[in-house]
């Protein structure tokens, strides 16, 4: 998760002023999805409270239904303006017009956060991803794009490494991407179930040396 939304997660509520409150729904539509993120990430979306939503945003329960309809309509929102740009910071974006696609991905895995309240949450995409693509096909759906986005934006990036002599020729970078992705998710759940940073950390540490692998042999490096 990139540090804003990891901020999201552990924000206070504020205290909300007395007297009356301008109507901005725009903020308030804001206000819930917040709410809403931060109580799934906590309960998972099915034990989620409405209450507890509606009580966090300061907000009735009419507001909640004018700006989303349903509690999945709300879940919907929070796979994609939440966790989908969130994925697109953390790994797409380092991706753009990088000289080396292998120093962007070091560096977005380095990035990963070892904060406990992240560790012990675990990633908000897979916690969704496996509380709910069984059960409802509009998560399936919204989080499969995530995952072949993020898979095929790794992908395509390799391959312009390889046309560039910056990545193994030998190497298929839908598989190659594929397996980032397993790994960053796998050690994720990992330290989830242990509580415990060390986990995450040892497996930075082994993803980061995986990449350096990566590398095209210096004496088989494209010369430009």
């Keep these: 998760m990139l540090p804003g939304t ?29 709410a809403a ?15 507890a939503i509606l009580a966090a945003a300061g907000v009735t329960k009419g507001a909640l239904y004018h700006h989303f309809g349903s509690k999945e309509a709300l879940g919907y929102a929070i796979v994609e303006e939440i966790i989908a740009p969130d994925n697109r910071g953390q790994w797409l974006r380092p991706l753009e017009d990088c000289r080396d696609p292998i120093d962007a991905l070091i560096g977005a895995v380095q990035a990963l956060s070892v904060r406990p309240e992240a560790v012990c949450g675990g990633c908000p995409l897979i916690n969704l991803a496996q509380e709910m693509s069984s059960l409802d096909a509009g998560f399936r759906q919204r989080l499969a794009t995530i995952f072949r986005n993020w898979q095929d934006g790794v992908a395509a990036a390799l391959l312009d490494g390889q046309n560039h002599g910056k990545v193994r020729r030998d190497l298929e970078p839908a598989q190659a991407a ?47």
Excluded: C, H
Excluded at 24 to 30: F, G, L, Q, S
Excluded at 196 to 216: C, H, Q, T, Y
């Design 178 to 224: 594929g397996l980032l992705i397993a790994m960053v998710e796998g050690y994720g759940a990992l330290a989830k179930n242990a509580q415990d940073a060390k986990v995450m950390k040892d497996g930075i540490r082994n993803i980061v040396e995986w990449l350096r692998s990566l590398r095209p042999l210096r004496g088989n490096r494209k010369r430009g």
């Design 37 to 51: 993120f931060r109580e799934v990430y906590r309960s998972g979306f099915q034990s989620a409270g409405l209450e």
């Design 6 to 34: 990891i901020d999201l997660l552990v924000r206070k509520n504020r205290p909300r002023r007395s007297g009356p409150t301008p109507r901005d729904p725009k903020r308030t539509r804001e206000r819930l999805l917040q």
